[in-house]
């Protein structure tokens, strides 16, 4: 009888572990053997030629290996990114031997401990004044609620309190796990709108909503004043597009409020956005020590990390290029050990692919692309169309095993 060989595919440790008791490995030796089944692609930029070596050399030791510039063989080269692959079981050896080596190599070593440690955290509790809100077991789906006149989706749709709280009743009865209420465009293009406009606009609704409804309320806002009274108001969790730059006491409020926040990328404004320069030298790379640099500015005002979440910002200063590659690369943003909340629906670029110009229309379009966010780590989608994106959510989170 011929052997049977196929190609297998281990997108976890935990499917590894299945894998390898499945085949009947005794308890010690599935522990010891399933971070072997783990492949990392891990990069370390900006080392010298000395450091880079030395990495590669260990990295061999260990049965893996770096890729570093080739002037690092003569030292033609000042500084240069060390791409380390190997499984996690040599990783973590590679970081233990970097601990007892000198050149900084301690703090690389580190540094690599706290990787891991973080990648390997995708069971969040995110925690509010009144609930904890758990994202362990499935994709959470955030309702959009626009109290704009001008909102690229549906601007002028809602356009009092008592509407919008029939969209929330809406929105509750489809499966919204938590609702968004926003007083101002973030669509391309968009100027400010004032404080007392906007307060006018979402205050009322966000404390009927408080009022009537079990579902936590989201403030999207970048206003300090907006984020308090919508607090007081009853929102539970503030949604700053800015990440905290937009207003310099948004911090203090947040922190002090014990709410969680979302903390966005994105360049420049609404406004100005989409224009210029939308060119990354690295995309993934400049996302992610943006979010880490927001991130630790929050920590620092007094935001915990269990109260914070990050948002990569598809569509906002990113070409449509860009957010496919986001979204492709979205587990890389698993380094921040952070729930991921990721925001698609209706966006133009999703129209350009599909030759849809109507928002209102690009349900497909929405679909393909939060399945693919749900496939790729994200833990809570924004959409619009609640009712057919949580039958969707649902799909995607049984095919990636996340039930």
């Known amino acids: 009888m011929k052997n049977r060989i196929r190609l297998l595919h281990v997108p976890s440790e935990s499917e590894a572990a299945q894998l390898l008791k499945s085949i009947g490995v005794e308890p010690y030796g599935i522990v010891s053997m399933a971070p072997k089944m783990r492949h990392l692609n891990i990069l370390v930029e900006g080392l010298t030629p000395k450091v880079a070596n030395i990495i590669k050399q260990e990295m061999l030791s260990q049965g893996g290996d770096a890729a570093v510039s080739r002037g690092c063989v003569d030292c033609s080269v000042s500084r240069t990114d060390a791409l380390i692959m190997g499984t996690v079981k040599q990783v973590l050896r590679f970081a233990e031997k970097l601990s007892l080596q000198p050149f900084g190599l301690k703090d690389v070593s580190s540094d690599l401990r706290e990787l891991l440690d973080r990648i390997s955290r995708r069971r969040f509790l995110l925690r509010t004044p009144r609930r904890e809100i758990g994202m362990a077991g499935r994709t959470l789906v955030m309702g959009v609620i626009n109290m704009t006149p001008d909102s690229f989706s549906d601007g002028g749709m809602i356009a009092d309190a008592e509407s919008g709280l029939r969209q929330a009743e809406r929105l509750i009865a489809e499966g919204a796990d938590i609702l968004d209420v926003g007083g101002e465009s973030s669509r391309p293009g968009a100027g400010p709108v004032p404080l007392k406009e906007e307060l006018r606009r979402v ?201």
């Open 203 to 403: 205050i009322p609704l966000i404390r009927r909503i408080s009022r009537e409804a079990d579902v936590p309320v989201s403030v999207d806002t970048a206003k300090a004043e907006v984020a308090r009274q919508a607090i007081d108001a009853g929102a539970e969790i503030v949604n700053d597009i800015t990440a905290l730059r937009g207003d310099r006491k948004m911090a203090r409020i947040v922190a002090e409020a014990g709410v969680p926040v979302i903390l966005m990328h994105m360049r420049g404004t609404p406004r100005t956005m989409q224009k210029g320069d939308l060119v990354y030298r690295s995309l993934l790379g400049e996302i992610l020590r943006f979010l880490s640099e927001r991130v630790g500015h929050a920590v620092e005002a007094g935001i915990p990390p269990d109260r914070i979440m990050v948002d990569p910002g598809i569509g906002f200063g990113k070409s449509v290029e860009d957010n496919l590659r986001l979204i492709r690369h979205l587990g890389e943003l698993a380094s921040l050990g952070l729930p991921l909340c990721v925001g698609v629906s209706r966006k133009h670029f999703t129209g350009k692919i599909t030759g849809v110009v109507r928002p209102g229309e690009r349900i497909e379009g929405t679909a393909a692309a939060v399945t693919a966010a749900i496939l790729n780590g994200a833990d809570v989608v924004r959409v619009h169309d609640v009712g057919a994106m949580k039958r969707v959510a649902a799909m995607a989170d049984a095919v990636r095993g996340k039930r």
